[in-house]
């Protein structure tokens, strides 16, 4: 199956994510407010690529429930986890104006948009699923860690991202991901596999961004 061959194949990076780290200490609740800051800035603004891809990815389905599936979780990534990144904005009192869009936050952004341009429909499905199960599995195995959420300055950010119901829509965009693959040809099934392999590469460099609170090596001659 498509999903047990990526798993396999990204077994390094995914201990590398977990043992990040950003999500250690975003896990034991020591993450320092200015690098969490920084990153919820640059997951909101992501999130706004991430939602334009699920809501191509709905118009392209063929299959009804698909078509359904990812409208919902479109508009679940607009409205509903964006409340929960600009609820922690206003909690932190981040300036986001002034937080620059980091290099890797636009390149994944860009990578999601063209994705959703140009490839095809399995080719996307397999480009948005790493955001959907990494997050989901990241999630979870921080609220194993920590145990109860009562006063984890984090708390509201571990629970979206292992709630049953996420879980159960990581379940349904794997299985989608799955059929596609079933019947895809050598080269979509090729072109699938990189789509998955490139966003997931992202989905770490998105974390190591947010623990360095990457900037603009041009900034020096091209800052305001």
């Known amino acids: 199956m498509f999903c047990d061959d990526m798993w396999l194949r990204t077994a390094d990076l995914m201990t590398a994510i977990h043992g990040h780290p950003f999500n250690v200490a975003l896990g ?9 800051a920084f990153y919820i800035v640059q997951d909101a603004r ?21 078509a359904a599936f990812f409208a919902s979780s479109a508009h679940t990534a607009l409205a509903a986890e964006r409340l929960l990144h600009a609820g922690y904005v206003a909690e932190l009192g981040a300036d986001a ?43 979870t195995a921080l609220l194993g860690r920590a145990g109860d959420l009562g006063g984890h300055p984090y708390g509201k950010w571990i629970s979206t991202y292992s709630d049953p119901e996420f879980a159960a ?21 090729a072109a699938m596999e990189q789509a998955y392999l490139t966003a ?11 623990w360095r609170r990457e900037g603009w090596p041009t900034d020096r001659w091209l800052a305001p």
């Not at 609740?29 to 690098?35: E, K, P």
């Not at 690529?49 to 698909?66: M, Q, V």
């Not at 990581?170 to 979509?188: H, N, Q, S, Y």
């Open 28 to 36: 034991d609740g020591t993450l320092d407010a200015d690098r969490f």
């Open 46 to 66: 992501y999130l706004e690529a991430f939602s334009k891809a699920l809501a191509t990815a709905s118009a392209r389905a063929t299959d009804l429930e698909e």
């Open 97 to 139: 104006a002034g937080i620059a869009t980091s290099p890797t936050c636009l390149a994944y952004a860009s990578y999601l948009q063209a994705t959703a341009l140009a490839a095809p429909y399995p080719v996307l499905v397999a480009a948005v699923l790493p955001c959907f199960w990494i997050y989901q599995d990241v999630g």
């Open 169 to 189: 829509s990581v379940t349904r965009a794997k299985a989608i991901a799955d059929r596609l693959a079933e019947g895809a040809d050598a080269g979509t099934r």
């Open 200 to 210: 997931a590469a992202y989905e770490w460099m998105f974390w190591d961004s947010a």
